[in-house]
């Protein structure tokens, strides 16, 4: 064999050979984008009302707290926590996020989505219904309170937040399942365990709310 000919045989073996893993050319549109936006929304929040607040803010807050200085310390807990969420959400998108086992990405990220999404809907069902009268939640920890703009910060701010928050996670988990080879079948199941997962939880915590304002 001649040497030119050995050369093409090594370098058509090493075409062969399996290369690191990467991300799958993707067809149709790509939903990369709602997992920018995800880490977007979780750091806008952490740095503007979570941080905002615990540093003394008081702005959408409808009253004062017990304890003023614990509730702050419990925001910028949260924020820190929500700052957390902001660079996970980046691992659905970026070249580090493909380093790591599928499940370890996909998992806690639908989990936090079903559970964001629930917190919204179980406050869309419950602050109504307190509203109305028809069942009485407890408001703990405020000195002096504004049931009415606490209710309408919450239903026209707070919880839009965590309801987009979930959606958009969702969104960026299926481009993540589907750049790691996820089929179409697949992702429609997640969707469908995510989905039946967000009801379950509302019923639940529905249930318990309703239940101990009995």
């Known amino acids: 064999m001649k040497p030119n000919s050995h050369a093409a045989a090594r370098k058509s073996r090493a075409s062969a050979q399996p290369t690191a893993r990467s991300a799958p050319r993707l067809r149709g549109r790509s939903l990369a984008w709602a997992a920018y936006a995800a880490s977007a929304w979780a750091l806008a929040y952490a740095v503007g009302v979570r941080g905002y607040q615990g540093l003394g803010g008081t702005l959408g807050l409808a009253g004062t707290f017990d304890d003023p200085e614990a509730m702050r310390r419990a925001s910028l807990l949260a924020g820190s926590g929500i700052l957390l969420v902001s660079v ?3 691992s659905l998108v970026r070249p580090w996020g493909l380093r790591l086992p599928r499940w ?3 998992v806690p990220a639908l989990t936090g989505s079903a559970y964001a999404a629930a917190h919204a809907l179980t406050a869309y069902v419950t602050k109504p219904l307190h509203s109305l009268g028809v069942i009485e939640l407890e408001f703990r920890g405020w000195a002096e309170l504004d049931e009415s703009t606490l209710i309408l910060w919450d239903l026209l701010f707070y919880e839009p937040w965590f309801l987009g928050l979930g959606v958009l996670v969702t969104l960026g988990t299926l481009h993540h399942f589907r750049r790691t080879g996820g089929s179409p079948a697949g992702a429609r199941r997640l969707v ?6 967000t009801l379950a939880l509302t019923a639940y915590s529905c249930g318990l709310l309703i ?3 009995a």
């Open 88 to 90: 996970a959400a980046l």
């Open 104 to 106: 370890l990405i996909i």
């Open 192 to 197: 469908a365990v995510t989905v039946t997962a």
């Open 211 to 213: 239940a101990s304002s």
